[in-house]
């Protein structure tokens, strides 16, 4: 699929009017950014973004064509590629989003009877999971805890801070909700904590009913979050649309970048179509750089790392939703790496050689070699301080 080189200025897609998926969180702000800053536009595309309640929902309508393409979870391309919680449908995807944005929020009830206090300066994971463990021992029922998918960063990223914290998942009732429930669910004490994507945890603290314990950044530091995403039967059948779409999303996670928190961002996120938020609360928690380490660009950001696709793998494997190698090929065809370097070269952008490195060991002072030349990637890491790779690179 990836060709040989791309000339942007001879791009004719073959589909110009599109509708792509997108769920009501601050990481779909690539999407609305490409709409609303005119960067889809400039790819001769018309594009509308379709809200969608569930990451079930975005799933079945990209399987059966309702949608074009979509934000996704991370894991879900490679799910669905391998028959996850519904019949196998081939995806991929050639561009990470986003990377971090998650975190772990107890309701305020159980948050002080554990006594877990709010600190400024952001959470201690590994203290707040000692109290909660501590706290475990007199509770004579399972905590009930929500996540927004059962193949998702956030479901195996609770399940990692639970495992650091020696809390059984025994002692839990995992339950899934769509991640706009989750401030109700907490208010009404429906459940005891969550795993959910921003903004729905820093609004469980401004409305007084949550409380963060650890955030996503700190359990797998920049690990991908977000994905585009699209069934392998559209990508080849509409080869040019897929750069044109990809051009302008790597053009929006740029502008992002250096306008995270400006007064425009947040005017297009609280608009109906999309979050449909009052704006106050968005810009005054400054969402984007709250202990979450998100980012849209720069580095790596934006790579696809296959060795990243073999740690969901084993994520899946650990949580007894899938058995296998974590060397399956299907990494190779959910993750377009080539693609992806495809367009990083016509943006004039450094992109990696490499498919697969070793996670968490390979961040401070390291190298990648790179299209352009040598290149520094984030920082990456995991709680436990622990090095994955694969035997084969």
Known sequence: MSGTSLDMDRLV????????GFVALLDSAPLVVAREQGF???????VRLQRENSW???RDKVAYGLLDGAQMIAPMPLASSLGLGAPPVAMETALVMSRNGNAITLAKALA????IEADPQGPDPLLTGRLLRAHLTGLERP???ATVYPYSCHHYQLRYWLNMSGISPRQ???????????????QTGQIDGCCVGEPWNSLAEVYGVGRIVATG?????????????????????????YRAVLMALMKACRWLESHQN???????????????LEIEPLQSRGLFARHLGQRFAGADTNFPWRSQGAWLLGQMREAGQWQGPLDNPVLDRVFNTGLYREVAAALGLNAPLADYRIEGCDAEGGELSGTLGAMVPNENGFIDGICFGLRHF
């Open 13 to 20: 897609p073959e589909k110009t009017t599109l509708t792509l």
């Open 40 to 46: 889809f536009a400039e790819q001769g595309l018309e």
């Open 56 to 58: 079930a929902s975005v």
């Open 112 to 115: 002080d009877a554990a006594g």
């Open 143 to 145: 905590l009930k805890l």
């Open 172 to 186: 839990v009732e995992f339950i899934g909700a769509p991640p706009r429930q989750m401030v109700d669910l907490l």
């Open 217 to 241: 950044h700190q359990v797998w530091r920049n690990m991908m979050e977000k994905v585009f995403g699209v069934t392998r039967e559209w990508a080849a059948e509409h080869p040019q649309t």
């Open 262 to 276: 400006s007064e425009e961002l947040f005017q297009w996120l609280s608009l109906p179509p999309y979050l449909d």
